[in-house]
């Protein structure tokens, strides 16, 4: 099984740090494994973790009125291998704005939010190339999610 640090290297997110950020990234981080159809966190929860995945892959999920008195539940997105998700807890936000749900057993890295938001405040150059990043993958994310809301 890879390192954390290893893992992080390999992200989109992570990818542009030196080794030695990204030894103090893995340090605010830990692995964990779930099984299939696990509820990782929920939309409108309190934030916590930003999560790397690196094996298996994570359902994000919204809660859509499909007509007044409606509500389903629809995947948005489907995050693969290398991919990040739960990135409000990195931006300051206090709840996060969809669920994140196993599709397969699923090994992630979760990085504590507040911790890492504290890090890239500490080291401006090392923030500016993590949240240029984390730019590009809510971009890619929320053309995903229009593609999938649209069809």
Known sequence: MASTKEILARSELFKRLTNEELEKVAGLGRQEIYPEEFT???ESAMTG??????????????KLSVYPGLVQQATVEVVLEGDAFGWSAVLGSPIYS????????????AID?????????ENPDMGYRVMSALVEVVSSSMRSVKRTLLA
């Open 113 to 121: 939010g507040e911790r890492l938001h504290s890090l890239l405040d």
């Open 40 to 42: 990782i966190f929920s």
């Open 49 to 62: 973790d930003l999560y790397i995945v690196d094996a298996g892959k994570v359902a994000v999920e919204m």
């Open 98 to 109: 969809f669920s994140a749900k196993s599709v397969e057993p699923v090994r992630l890295v």
